[in-house]
Each structure stands twice: as structure tokens, then as C-alpha cells.
């Protein structure tokens, strides 16, 4: 299972769920934890976005998501994976903020610069591959 399939791209596609049932999609940056195979179920994949966004609302009511890489304007380069989103804080947080600068120089400290200048907040997020255990149960 895993995450294989991101290696080397720089968005991926986020279909997130209304209530509704309601798939939303948006291209995002994304950073894979060095820490973690992308191969395997232990893969994480960390991302942001403002705190206000529909993401946040949908994610935090429903983590279950899809993703697939895609380009800058969310058209998909692989195949959709059932994953698990889930909002951080605190160490882990800073931990994938970190591993987003580092990919995306000088780009992601622009963004964050301007948005020093705004009340809306960040919101990191970590995506976590759907076991075949937990895709059982679903």
C-alpha cells in the first residue's frame, strides 16, 4: 500500500468529504516525512493550509480522504489512495512546516511571509495511508 506513488511530485490532489458525502478536491503542497517509507503504511505525507479553509472544517468532521498526484492545477498524474488526514499541533506541527520549507525554498517562506501580515492562521495536517485492516472494517 503506501504512498509510493508521490515520490518526486511536488502537489498532490485532496478530495475531501462534506457531510453530504460530497467529495471537494484542491491541489496542495505536500512534504513526505524522511522518517517514514513511502512504500509502506507507516508512510506520512504533511501538508498546511489557512485555518478558516473548508479543509480544516471538512477534515476535522471527516478524516477520511483521496489522494493523487497531480500539477499545479489539480490535474491528476497517478491514482486516487483512500488515506487518512488528521489536524496536528505542537511538535508535529513545526515538524512538517519544516519539512514543507525545505522542499519548497524559497516559495513556502514568501507565503509564509505575507501571511505574517493576515489573522488567519496556519493549519498543518499529516495523511496517513488506509491499512488493508482498517479498509476492512470500512
Known amino acids: 500500500m ?5 515520490a518526486g511530485h511536488k502537489y498532490l490532489n485532496l478530495e475531501t468529504f462534506k457531510k453530504s458525502g460530497d467529495g471537494v478536491k484542491t491541489p ?9 517509507d513511502l512504500a509502506t503504511d507507516a508512510a506520512r505525507l504533511y501538508a498546511y493550509t489557512t485555518g478558516n479553509s473548508g479543509k480544516v472544517k471538512r ?8 489522494i493523487a498526484p497531480c500539477d499545479m492545477r489539480g490535474n491528476l498524474l497517478g491514482e486516487w489512495v483512500d488515506a487518512r488526514a488528521e489536524i496536528v499541533t505542537g511538535a508535529e506541527a513545526a515538524y512538517g512546516n519544516r519539512l514543507l ?11 509564509n511571509f505575507f501571511a505574517s501580515f493576515r489573522r488567519r492562521g496556519r ?10 485492516e482498517a479498509k476492512k472494517g470500512q
Request: proline share 7%; net charge positive.
Open 123 to 132: 493549519i498543518g495536517f499529516v495523511i496517513r495511508p488506509v491499512g488493508n
Open 59 to 66: 477534515i476535522r468532521n471527516n478524516g477520511r480522504v483521496r
Open 28 to 36: 496542495v503542497w505536500f512534504a513526505a516525512d524522511p522518517a517514514s
Open 101 to 111: 520549507n525545505k522542499k519548497y525554498v524559497p516559495w513556502k517562506q514568501l507565503l
Open 2 to 6: 503506501g504512498f509510493a506513488g508521490f
